[in-house]
C-alpha cells in the first residue's frame, strides 16, 4: 500500500515537473530581423530553429548560407505564435506591443544590445548563448572573435582611415566602423559621432591618405546606386587611396564577424 502511494505522489511529481521543465528548456527558437538571424543561425542547434527573418538569406547576411531550407516567418504576432517558438531573438525587428503580447502568452524574448564595440559583441552573443543553453557555443564563436582581432593589431600603424559608403555616408566614434579601424591599427579620420554624411566636397580637394570602402559589393536600388559614393569625381580621387572594399555582409550587423572585417583590413595594410 505504502509503496503504491509513494508511486502515485512521483507520478505527480513528475507530472508537474514536466511542464515547468518543458518551460525551462530553451526549446524551438526563432528570430524576427536580420541581425537577430546572424545569432540564431550561429548558435541555435539548427533543428530548434523554427523561423527566421524574410531577409535572413539576403545577399548582406552573413550567414546566409546557413538559412536555406528554414523557414522565412514575418513579423507579426498571427506569424510568430503560428511557429511555436519557446524563445524569440530580435534586435530591431518587432516593437514592444509584440513582445509584451509573446510574454502574456510564454514566450521568452531576448532583445539584443545595438553594439558599437567588440564588448557590445560579447555581450550579445553571450546573451544568447546562455538563453539557448549554448554556452560552449558561444565560448567558441568569442575565441574565434578574439583571434581575428588579434591577428589584425596594430597593422595599421595609427593611420588615418576615412570610410565611405555608396550612399555618401562615413561612420565615426561611437559606431561598429569605428571599432573595426581601431581593431586594425587605424585611426578615423572622422570624428564626428555615429553616421553622418561624408563631406564629399573636402575629400574631393583633399584626399584622405587612406580610404575604406563599405557596402559597394551590393547593387541597391534607388539613391545609393547613382549615390554621392559612387561619384566619378570622387572615384578619382580616392583612386590608389583605397585600403580594402569591405562587403556589406560583414557591416550589415554589429557582431563577432566585424572581426574579419578589421583582419581584411590589416592584411591589406601590411
Known amino acids: 500500500m505504502r509503496a503504491a502511494l509513494l508511486a502515485g505522489l512521483a507520478a505527480g511529481l513528475a507530472a508537474v515537473a514536466g511542464p515547468a521543465a518543458a518551460r525551462m528548456s530553451p526549446g524551438r527558437v526563432m528570430s524576427l530581423d536580420s541581425c537577430a538571424d546572424q545569432y540564431v543561425l550561429a548558435l541555435a542547434a539548427r533543428e530548434t530553429i523554427v523561423g527566421v527573418s524574410p531577409r535572413a538569406d539576403a545577399p548582406d547576411s552573413f550567414l546566409r548560407a546557413r538559412a536555406a531550407g528554414l ?8 506569424a510568430v505564435l503560428g511557429a511555436r517558438p519557446d524563445v524569440v531573438v530580435r534586435q530591431w525587428g518587432g516593437d514592444a506591443r509584440l513582445t509584451t503580447a509573446l510574454d502574456r502568452r510564454g514566450v521568452r524574448t ?22 539557448l543553453d549554448r554556452g560552449r557555443e558561444g565560448e567558441t564563436l ?6 581575428e582581432l588579434k591577428r589584425a593589431a596594430g597593422a595599421g600603424r595609427k593611420r588615418a582611415a576615412f570610410y565611405l559608403t555608396p550612399g555618401g555616408y562615413t561612420a565615426g ?13 587605424f585611426t578615423n579620420a572622422s570624428t564626428q559621432p555615429y553616421f553622418s554624411p561624408a563631406p564629399l566636397e573636402r575629400l574631393v580637394l583633399t584626399p584622405p591618405r587612406a580610404v575604406v570602402l563599405g557596402f559597394f559589393d551590393l547593387t541597391r536600388a534607388g539613391a545609393d546606386r547613382w549615390g554621392p559614393g559612387r561619384h566619378a569625381a570622387l572615384r578619382q580621387a580616392t583612386r590608389g587611396r583605397v585600403v580594402a572594399s569591405l562587403p556589406g555582409a560583414m557591416l550589415g550587423c554589429s557582431a563577432w564577424f566585424a572581426a574579419d572585417g578589421a583582419r581584411v583590413l590589416a592584411e591589406a595594410a601590411r
Open 110 to 131: 531576448i532583445s539584443l544590445g545595438d553594439a558599437t564595440d567588440f564588448d557590445g559583441v560579447r555581450a550579445n552573443v553571450r546573451q544568447v548563448a546562455q538563453a
Open 142 to 147: 568569442l575565441a574565434r572573435m578574439d583571434a
Open 71 to 78: 523557414a522565412k516567418r514575418r513579423t507579426t504576432l498571427e
Open 173 to 185: 566614434p561611437n559606431t561598429m566602423i569605428d571599432a573595426m579601424l581601431r581593431a586594425a591599427g
